[in-house]
């Protein structure tokens, strides 16, 4: 036994980490996530890096109830400013803003790596998230979606292949999700088209920003498009968390 547990939102991030590699969890908070990948054997070591000094207090109260200090590393850290990138290969940055996601990112230019492995989980604003991953050489390997209570969370993994995508209007708001054929990823992108086409609508009654509302409506051409082809693939696998 593990001796521990993940809610499905963490769980989901924890699948993503490859077995075998050394991980990073930027805003570990109580540090939940490294405890369960190293207790669980697929982590040799991890470090578990917060903001703040009482988050992190949190953290190493966690790793000494396990008895894991010797594999995990309580870590003060801006973000991933103090982390060595030479003793880690995966990352994991959950529980954040999509925008404060893609500003951890801007400013760390050692993750272009193709070594290196991000498993992202951005509370909002995702799709600022899969754009600038696009926009800067960044594959998205993989996306996942959970319903937890009544909160709906997604996950991504990406790699640095240098290899830079141009976006359709749609492809931010949409990434990989449809591979999942899931409930929750099909319900995750119902609520992002009723909230596109709502800001559309808006734009379109008071003919203000064409060009944004033309946008909008092509994304929402897209998800329409998404959404049919994961319902023809029915039926939807149930997520396991």
């Known amino acids: 036994m593990n001796g521990i547990s993940l809610c499905p939102r963490l769980q989901m991030a924890a699948d993503f980490v490859r077995a075998g590699v050394s991980v990073a969890d930027i805003g570990t908070d109580h540090a939940y996530l490294p405890v369960y990948l190293v207790l669980s054997g697929k982590c040799p070591r991890?470090?578990?890096?917060?903001?703040?000094?009482?988050?992190?207090?949190?953290?190493?109260?966690?790793?000494?109830?396990?008895?894991?200090?010797?594999?995990?590393?309580?870590?003060?850290?801006?973000?991933?400013?103090?982390?060595?990138?030479?003793?880690?290969?995966?990352?994991?940055?959950?529980?954040?803003?999509?925008?404060?996601?893609?500003?951890?990112?801007?400013?760390?230019?050692?993750?272009?790596?193709?070594?290196?492995?991000?498993?992202?989980?951005?509370?909002?604003?995702?799709?600022?998230?899969?754009?600038?991953?696009?926009?800067?050489?960044?594959?998205?390997?993989?996306?996942?979606?959970?319903?937890?209570?009544?909160?709906?969370?997604?996950?991504?993994?990406a790699q640095y292949t240098g290899a830079k995508t141009a976006c359709s209007p749609g492809m931010p708001y949409i990434g990989r999700l449809p591979d999942c054929r899931t409930e929750a990823a099909l319900l995750f992108l119902q609520k992002q088209r009723q909230r596109l086409a709502a800001r559309a609508h808006a734009l379109r009654r008071s003919e203000q920003e064409p060009e944004e509302c033309a946008r909008l409506e092509a994304a929402v051409a897209e998800l329409d498009e998404a959404m049919k082809k994961m319902k023809a693939a029915l039926p939807l696998q149930k997520e396991d968390h």
């Open 46 to 157: 991890a470090i578990a890096a917060d903001l703040r000094e009482m988050p992190l207090e949190n953290a190493r109260q966690t790793i000494r109830r396990y008895h894991l200090e010797d594999k995990i590393t309580a870590c003060l850290s801006d973000g991933l400013d103090e982390i060595d990138p030479r003793q880690v290969q995966d990352l994991v940055i959950a529980g954040m803003g999509g925008e404060l996601i893609v500003t951890l990112l801007k400013r760390t230019p050692w993750l272009r790596d193709g070594e290196k492995r991000l498993i992202l989980q951005p509370m909002t604003h995702g799709e600022d998230v899969r754009r600038f991953l696009y926009e800067n050489g960044f594959d998205i390997l993989e996306e996942n979606a959970v319903q937890e209570e009544s909160h709906l969370y997604i996950a991504l993994c």
